[in-house]
């Protein structure tokens, strides 16, 4: 039978993981080894994922545990990958310290492009991979660079699906199959969860705020962070919440906590940080939310947003969506993709309407545009990866800009790939004039033959 490797480097990976299980993915497979990766700066100064409340009800659905800081230390798993030459003797160590023998072994990783997934994939040389995802990256472009002997081992793409019916774009170039874990299964799996996690209750349905660690992955300055969050705080009382809960990203330092709870007694309203024992461990959002059964959810880029919405019909709002839009650098940053499709379907905080809306519905016709959207968005991150999504590109963009939609692209992005749009409609049909791209000609040769 096949040994099956399932490397996760969070509790939230490791609940997908078990979901999967749950409802027959892995059917078929011999023994389950799940490896826990620790990719955090200093692994040794956070709680390891299999000490955090509910790691070891999910245990079970696996052989055994194993760690892969530990086999390879003192090395940092973030950002080591073996030399070619090294590979045959990683393979036997790691098969001797595991007791994997000489059993075939297929491989469960995520992020592929990461140094953990890439280290284990070259290790074990030519075994079948399943990749999966615990986010909204599924609906982008595959994100850096993956060789080509990696990417053809990969049989199925295992990925959250909050919104059926929207096709995923991850790791298509090299026809991986995109395989949902049911909604049904993660549901049991946070509420198996939150059953082991203090009994959170409040009489007054709260607004629940989420904090993901924006400035930490280097996607907001520090200080933008802040403010987006303040803005959370002000938008969620401005709707009418007079208690406030926020849930930090597991694993992120937020440092300007007391700030917000100053903000929240500012305007007379009450806000919890809530965190789980051991002191400092945070609670995954998904638990709260199973737990707590918040009036609303507000986030900017987060897909506990649309489990919010997709698995507990919860009213969800985004906050800064616009700001991380225009932040975001460079183009092909893969936190896009989350930040478009959140920004395109989820009413925003500021709205007046925002917290008394339920969850978002997608109708045949909205879910074609949108599907458009983020298929002209994935060629525009990576033209060379999906060169196929073109036409859909051309016509979205040839159709569909307008002031709304302007926010998802750039117009030097759009020139340097000549798509519609690069050049201001009021100035097409000067582009288009025969004398005046006489005199541009014109004009380039006299420049070039001057040296300017």
């Known amino acids: 039978m096949t040994t099956l490797i399932l490397a996760a480097s969070t509790l939230r990976a490791v609940a997908v993981l078990a979901a999967a ?8 497979s011999g023994r389950r080894v799940l490896l826990l990766t620790g990719t955090a700066p200093v692994p040794e100064a956070v709680l390891p994922v299999s000490g955090m409340p509910g790691f070891d009800g999910l245990r079970a659905r696996f052989d055994d545990v194993v ?15 073996p030399r070619a030459d090294d590979v045959p003797l990683w393979e036997r160590h790691l098969r001797r310290a595991w007791g994997l023998a000489d059993a075939p072994v297929a491989l469960v990783l995520e992020s592929l492009t990461t140094a953990p997934a890439q280290a284990v994939a070259d ?56 395989w949902a874990v049911p909604a049904s299964a993660l549901a049991e799996v946070y509420a198996e969860l939150a ?17 993901e660690g924006l400035a930490e992955a280097g996607l907001l300055p ?15 009382v401005a709707s ?21 709870t100053e903000e929240a007694a500012r305007l007379g309203v009450e806000l919890t940080m809530c965190q ?39 009213p969800v709002a985004v906050s800064g969506t616009g700001t991380l839009l225009k932040l975001l650098t460079p183009y092909e940053n893969g936190a896009r993709t989350a930040v478009t499709l959140t920004d395109a379907l989820l009413p925003d905080l500021a709205e007046p309407a925002a917290g008394a809306s339920g969850p978002p519905a997608v109708g045949p016709e909205a ?15 990576r033209p060379r990866v999906r060169p196929d999504l073109r036409p859909v590109a051309e016509r979205y963009l040839s159709t569909r800009l307008d002031g709304r939609t302007w926010r998802y692209f750039t117009r030097r992005r759009l020139a340097s790939l000549a798509l519609p749009g690069a050049v201001p409609a009021r100035l097409a049909a000067v582009r288009r004039n025969a004398t005046v791209r006489r005199l541009a000609r014109r004009a380039r040769a006299l420049s070039g033959g001057t040296g300017g």
């Open 21 to 28: 299980a749950d409802s027959g993915c892995f059917e078929g």
């Open 67 to 81: 760690s892969w800081n530990e086999a390879i230390a003192p090395l940092h798993p973030a950002d080591w990958v």
């Open 123 to 178: 290790i074990f040389t030519g075994t079948p991979i399943d990749a999966y995802t615990t986010g909204l990256d599924a609906y982008g472009p595959t994100a850096g660079k993956l060789p080509a002997l990696t990417g053809t081992r990969v049989r199925r793409l295992l990925h959250t699906d909050p919104l059926p019916g929207l096709r995923p774009h991850l790791l298509a170039e090299f026809g991986a199959r995109p």
């Open 195 to 211: 059953a082991e996690t203090a009994r959170l209750t409040d009489p007054q349905a709260p607004a629940l705020l989420l904090g």
């Open 222 to 236: 520090a200080s933008e962070e802040r403010e987006l969050h303040q803005a959370m705080v002000r938008g969620a």
């Open 240 to 260: 009418g919440f007079t208690r406030l809960v926020f849930a930090p990203d597991p694993g992120a330092a937020v440092p300007w906590v007391h700030e917000l």
């Open 276 to 314: 789980a024992e051991p002191l400092g461990t945070s609670v995954l959002p998904e638990v709260l939310i199973d737990r707590l059964r918040p009036a609303l959810v507000v986030g900017c880029a987060s897909p506990v947003l649309l489990t919010a919405a997709s698995l507990y019909g919860i």
């Open 367 to 381: 879910e074609g545009e949108l599907a458009d959207l983020l298929a002209a968005v994935a060629f525009a991150m």
